[in-house]
């Protein structure tokens, strides 16, 4: 009985948010017009991002927006943490890609050890021993 209690929450918690699931639905439609649009060559996006731009520039943009629409959903400080440690990984991966200030790959993949520390902590540090959805029932 208790374990189908906590299957029962698990699978609310996975239902997930439907506002986050319109904001990921109206991104992806729009980027995928845009990208289908220069493929068609409707549209021409060398022209506003440069012609050294190629498709892995745009990881980091997705990432980043995955941290903006878990932002504009959080209803909690961890989710608010996540979408956070989102946007900063993408601007580090973007920052890489440009090499932005000197930065490499190899000169700063520490900053991902820092920011997962960082996320541990607080996420340590607003745990208040209560069950969240992202976490499997023992």
Not at 6 to 13: A, I, K, S
Not at 76 to 103: D, N, T
């Amino acid at each position: 009985m208790h374990f189908h209690s906590d299957q029962n929450t698990l699978m609310q918690c996975h239902r997930g948010n439907p506002r986050r699931h319109l904001l990921w639905g109206i991104a992806l439609v729009a980027l995928g017009t845009i990208f289908l649009a220069d493929s068609l060559a409707w549209l021409d996006l060398t022209q506003y991002l440069g012609p050294q731009t190629r498709w892995w520039h745009f990881v980091p943009l997705l990432l980043a927006l995955g941290g903006v629409i878990r932002l504009l959903t959080a209803h909690s400080v961890r989710q608010v943490v996540k979408g956070l440690s989102r946007i900063g990984v993408g601007v580090w991966l973007f920052a890489c890609l440009e090499q932005l200030g000197g930065l490499t790959f190899a000169n700063s993949w520490p900053v991902l050890l820092v920011a997962a520390g960082a996320q541990m902590l607080v996420r340590g540090w607003d745990g208040r021993g209560r069950k969240h959805c992202d976490e499997v029932a023992p």
